[in-house]
Antibody, heavy 120, light 110 residues
């Protein structure tokens, strides 16, 4: 079955760089139309899409955050990594990774999420 | 401010039917991009409820339905149950190359 799990620091300081890892199983990111997305949710707020990497190693970023984000993959480890630079308290959120289908861009399997707090 | 607009809250009694609207624009829903819906139960991650405007993943009861017209979409839930109390989000794609979500709707079962 398809599973995804996010890992990374629970606490980062302002201006630091956040690195999150999504480890998945049950599918291959080398398979056509397979993608992995990162989505976040600030406390009490809506979902916000951040980035996506597809089976062809093409990368897509949120227009508003693209200067701060980098997404990459290690297909041998079934991992996708997201880095976000210059973290700010407003970036405090639960960060999810999800399997996403290219074309329609819906996410059919999600991780449980990891809460990242930005505070000095 | 979300690109897709949803009502902040809706409510209904058990057994009733409710609908949740999702309004976009000509650069997303109106550009023929499909609409998807997610259910987020309290304290959990989102779960895909409807994809491709009106398709249900395996395991989702047929009490849940989706529709789309013009620049708007709608999620319908019939035979409302207490376990349906959750936040619901619509999602589409925008021609500015962004995946976009609605602001979410909190469903309260009275």
């Amino acid at each position: 079955q398809v599973t995804l799990r996010e890992s990374g620091p629970a606490l980062v300081k302002p201006t630091q760089t956040l690195t999150l890892t999504c480890t998945f199983s049950g599918f291959s990111l080398s398979t056509s139309a397979m993608c992995v997305s990162w989505i976040r949710q600030s406390p009490g707020k809506a979902l916000e899409w951040l980035a996506l990497i597809d089976w062809d190693d093409d990368k897509y970023y949120s227009t508003s955050l693209k200067t701060r984000l980098t997404i990459s993959r290690d297909t041998s480890k079934n991992q996708v990594v997201l880095t976000m630079t210059n973290m700010d308290p407003v970036d405090t959120a639960t960060y999810y990774c999800a399997r996403t289908l290219y074309g329609d861009f819906y996410s059919d399997f999600w991780g449980q999420g990891t809460l990242v707090t930005v505070s000095s | 401010q979300s690109v897709l607009t949803q009502p902040p809250s809706v409510s209904g009694a058990p057994g009733q039917r409710i609908s949740i609207s999702c309004t976009g624009s000509s650069s997303n829903i109106g550009s023929n991009y499909e609409v998807h819906w997610y259910q987020q139960l309290p304290g959990t991650g989102p779960k895909l409820l409807i994809y491709g405007n009106n398709k249900r993943p395996s395991g989702v009861p047929d009490r849940f339905s989706g529709s789309k017209s013009g620049t708007s979409a709608s999620l319908g839930i019939t035979g409302l149950q207490a376990e349906d109390e959750a936040d619901y989000y619509c999602q589409s794609y925008d021609s500015k190359l962004d995946v976009v979500f609605g602001g979410g709707t909190k469903l309260t079962v009275l």
